[in-house]
């Protein structure tokens, strides 16, 4: 380097310089996301969150379908087509505003559209796939039960042949969406194995009993599902797929998304945190002058930004089509475990003020003890990474 050579200026919201991996096209879609963000979420989202409701979800839906967010990394039908790291960018700012938007664009994209798209007939990708990228109408999954979370194997819902029909009974819990969507994708055991099912949610015989007295995701629609004697027709069955091979890997493509948003609250907890520290004064100057202080933000930075890395190198993995899931459930440990304890650190740098909404570092706390669990726990991630780290099967 020259001596005339003039380095760019540190840039705390960016100390890595990350931006520089990132080409104009995803950093206008980066731009985009949080600009619409920040006009139709952050204003109202301690309202939502304390009211413990998303009143806007249908207004919400379609207009995060006009700017391309739903299915945005499928194909066609609708779809934006867009790249992996395009996608995780999207999550990243969407969780930033709270993690229920995110979750609302992931069960969207990466679970209800994504089974359709990967396994379903043209019929289906047809009928369904066009609607739920416009956000006309909203989608969830339906694996988690009531008694079978982890081990989605022992599922009891059932789905029985009756002539050319099938008969669909059982519950889920936890369906994000559930009781504002138009079309489940529900996952059944049946005779021939596990299979997926599309289920128009006017069925006779489906309810979606939304779930209440949460403490976390609480700007987010949360219900269960209820099938008892759903008849469907034939072709309702997600053709080009048997096994749980179906939900996971839809559940994989969900947590890579995970992997970027869980920095997205993160970074909104840090950014609170640091504003704060270079305002608020104790013992006659600003807290973010006293080195314990300091060593809180530094340490928060290191993790947030190492996060980012961690996430866009995955990203690239993934449309260079080389990432595998083992690499997706390292993501999601190390990233929301991270976010965890940032939003815990800013907290303590908040104080009393911590704990109010009218700063975001509480509510992305508490949400984020929900992305810890849902998409795989803590433990079975670290069980998925010890198995391909030893070659030795510890589930059971």
């Not at 990132?22 to 950093?27: N, S």
């Not at 006309?136 to 819902?157: K, W």
């Not at 800013?346 to 810890?372: C, D, F, K, Q, W």
Request: proline share 4%; with cysteine; glycine share 12%.
């Amino acid at each position: 380097m020259s001596a005339s050579s003039k380095l760019p200026a540190f840039d705390p919201a960016d100390p890595l310089g990350l931006d520089d991996l990132l080409d104009a096209e995803e950093l206008a879609v980066r731009d985009t996301v949080r600009t619409w963000a920040a006009d139709r979420v952050l204003p109202h989202i301690a309202d939502w969150y304390e009211r413990g409701e998303l009143p806007v979800i249908r207004e919400l839906a379609r207009e995060l379908g006009s700017i391309g967010a739903l299915g945005m990394s499928l194909d066609g039908y609708g779809c934006a087509g867009a790249s992996a790291v395009q996608y995780g960018l999207a999550c990243l700012e969407l969780e930033a505003a709270d993690s229920g938007i995110r979750s609302l664009v992931s069960v969207q994209g990466s679970l209800a559209m994504y089974a359709i798209h990967r396994f379903g007939s043209e019929e289906q990708k047809q009928r369904w796939l066009p609607g739920m990228a416009a956000g006309e109408i909203i989608g969830c999954f339906g694996l988690t039960e009531p008694d079978h979370g982890s081990d989605p194997a022992g599922m009891r819902t059932h789905a029985k042949r009756e002539g050319s029909d099938w008969v669909l009974s059982g519950r889920k819990m936890w369906i994000t969406n559930g009781s504002v969507a138009g079309v489940a994708v529900v996952w059944a055991q049946t005779d021939d194995g596990i299979r997926g099912f599309v289920v128009p949610t006017d069925s006779p015989g489906f309810s979606a009993p939304e779930i209440t007295h949460k403490w976390s995701l609480r700007a987010s629609v949360t219900s269960e599902l209820v099938m008892d004697g759903v008849r469907l027709p034939g072709d309702a069955v997600l053709p080009e797929v048997t096994g749980l091979r179906g939900p996971l890997s839809c559940l994989s493509h969900a947590r890579y998304g995970i992997v970027w948003g869980s920095m997205g609250a993160a970074r909104s907890s840090f950014a609170a945190a640091l504003d704060y520290a270079r305002t608020r004064e104790q013992f006659g100057r600003p807290i973010g002058g006293f080195q314990l202080t300091q060593a809180k933000l530094a340490d928060m930075a290191v993790e947030l930004h190492k996060g980012i890395l961690l996430a866009h190198h995955l990203g690239r993995r993934m449309d260079a089509g080389r990432l595998r899931p083992e690499q997706v459930s390292f993501g999601k440990l190390n990233n929301v475990r991270e976010a965890i304890e940032i939003c815990r650190t800013a907290r303590t740098i908040l104080g009393a003020n911590g704990i109010s909404l009218e700063y975001p570092v509480m509510r992305h706390a508490t949400n984020l003890e929900s992305v810890l669990t849902y998409e795989g726990t803590v433990e079975m991630h670290q069980l998925v990474l010890g198995k391909a780290l030893t070659g030795l099967d510890a589930f059971r």
